[in-house]
């Protein structure tokens, strides 16, 4: 063979290489990059019926990946070699590459695949990267000539591209799974955050509510949230979102009445780059985010009517433009609003569209405030002072006369209320034990007590049994007091005590009697 050949070889080889390096680096598709790889063998290195078998992370094996024969990278039947098996097996184990000058004397050729001429030489070169194997890579020179060491090294080269491209391929896959993980993880705590078990509360009025999210959660209803301020509706809106077919979209959520027109138009619509002074880029509006979705519009009665009107065209059509813009877009977007407010009257006064009353208020859902369902109180105590005891990182307990003592008040700042008393008392107690003069101290006394507005205590409120040794005796003297409405004479019969044995009892047990 002439100089003149080598050269000529050794430039097509290198047109091969600038080719499989731009094929590699096109794509992390290791499947259709691989056939790319060996096509380009075929069709510009001078190297016919390529084929790359790649070891398989379960099993150790070399299982076959691509094959190009008759002109066409393709392969369908499972073929696997074990380590050390025949010359595959064997460039495996010792990564060493192995050149066959004629495949018809070499006895370790397994001819598993029937497609290369025995009369032609074969050459195969190991696939790895940090000295971990990956897999082998092969293929037949279609002459025999006596340029065996640089076909040898041309493949060295290629398998050398191959390897990183695996290394960086696996681990992105690793990434990508890990990512994967982690949102699916993220999803089913969320899930189970907002579960209609964790909304707290077994009251009649409640167990109603709960049974309708569940159904309202089943469709694309649109869904007026109601009640006063610290009611719960927020966690309503989570609960149907979570538990509804939309639950894999995004929640979006926006107070309407944290922001001007302007802004709350920009903010839920979007706008163009050069909208308006400091529109400096385009900026998706929280409806085309929430495509697929939900978004939550809390506060939904302190928008303007002006703003009202272009709130209606989206609930009504689906579509609206960005501010500064003139493209129509078009969402698939389940609206849940809340509001404290009366839009009845709202409406009668012209203040709100009626029209966009009727749009929002398709199935209402309205919270009850606290005061009227005291009897979820000692379960709601309880769920936040766990809370509580997260967020301080330390133990906490409150007993059954403190809870006797947040039934008996009016709490007209509902949950959110009784969250922040209960945080107070969790702060003014040093040993983690929230009671009756912790929350004394937190200052629920100052508080409108149950007596001037709210029912009697509910059946199910904690009781005590005045014989239970467990129970220390400033707790059973509180609690004999309450259950006497703090006629002292009336406790001490309860208690099996004289009146003036109890009288002393109360002093020294610095119980603070309450004068009604």
Not at 219 to 231: D, K, Q
Not at 297 to 322: C, H, M, N, S
Not at 330 to 346: G, M, P, Y
Request: hydrophobic content about 40%; charged content about 30%; some cysteine.
């Amino acid at each position: 063979m002439s100089l003149h050949q080598r050269v000529q070889l050794i430039e097509a080889q290198l047109e091969a290489l600038y080719e499989v390096s731009r094929v590699l680096s096109r794509s992390l598709n290791v499947h259709e990059t691989l056939i790319s790889v060996v096509r380009i063998l075929h069709e510009r290195g001078e190297m016919a019926k390529g084929m790359i078998a790649l070891v398989e992370a379960e099993t150790g094996e070399l299982r076959l990946s691509v094959l190009h024969d008759d002109d066409e990278p393709s392969w369908d039947r499972p073929v696997r070699y074990q380590r050390g098996e025949g010359v595959l097996g064997s460039i495996l184990t010792n990564m060493q590459p192995v050149v066959i000058e004629r495949i018809s004397t070499e006895p370790r050729f397994l001819h598993r695949l029937g497609v290369y001429n025995p009369e032609l030489p074969f050459v195969g070169v190991p696939i790895c990267a940090e000295h971990e194997p990956l897999g082998v890579l092969a293929a037949q020179p279609p002459v025999a000539d006596q340029f065996l060491e640089e076909r040898v090294r041309f493949l060295e080269m290629v398998a050398n591209l191959i390897a990183r491209v695996l290394k960086l391929s696996r681990h992105v896959e690793s990434e990508q799974r890990e990512l994967i993980d982690e949102r699916d993880k993220l999803r089913r705590m969320i899930k189970g955050n907002h579960s209609f078990e964790n909304i707290v509360g077994h009251s009649k009025t409640m167990r109603s509510i709960f049974e309708l999210v569940r159904q309202v959660a089943k469709w694309n209803t649109t869904v007026l949230i109601r009640g006063e301020s610290g009611t719960g509706k927020e966690l309503i809106a989570n609960a149907i979102h979570y538990n509804s077919p939309r639950a894999k979209g995004a929640f979006i959520k926006l107070n309407c009445a944290a922001l001007p027109d302007n802004l709350l138009e920009s903010e839920l619509f979007g706008h163009e780059k050069g909208a308006f002074t400091g529109a400096v880029a385009q900026r998706k509006g929280r409806f085309e985010r929430a495509d697929g979705g939900t978004i939550f519009l809390d506060e939904i009665g302190e928008i303007t009517p002006a703003f009202q009107a272009k709130l209606l065209r989206v609930l009504q059509e689906g579509e609206f433009e960005r501010v500064g813009g003139n493209q129509t877009l078009r969402v698939d977007v389940r609206v849940i609003a809340a509001t404290n407010k009366d839009l009845e009257a709202a409406v009668d006064e012209g203040k709100f569209r009626e029209d966009l009353y009727y749009r929002l208020n398709v199935m209402p859902i309205l919270m009850p405030p606290l005061r009227e369902r005291l009897e979820d109180i000692p379960e709601l105590a309880s769920f936040l002072i766990n809370k509580i005891s997260h967020l301080q990182r330390r133990k906490l307990e409150i007993t059954d006369s403190a809870i006797r003592l947040l039934m008996k008040n009016d709490w007209q700042g509902n949950v959110r209320e009784l969250e922040n008393c209960l945080e107070r008392a969790a702060v003014m107690s040093e040993n983690g034990v929230v009671d009756r003069e912790t929350l004394e101290q937190a200052g629920l006394g100052e508080y409108n007590l149950a007596a001037h507005a709210a029912p009697s205590r509910p059946s199910n409120a904690p009781t005590i049994d005045f014989n239970d040794p467990s129970i220390d005796d400033r707790e059973k003297v509180i609690a004999a007091l309450e259950q006497a409405g703090w006629v002292q004479a009336k406790a001490a019969r309860l208690l099996g005590l004289t009146p003036r044995q109890i009288a002393y009892r109360i002093q020294t047990l610095k119980i603070k009697v309450r004068q009604f």
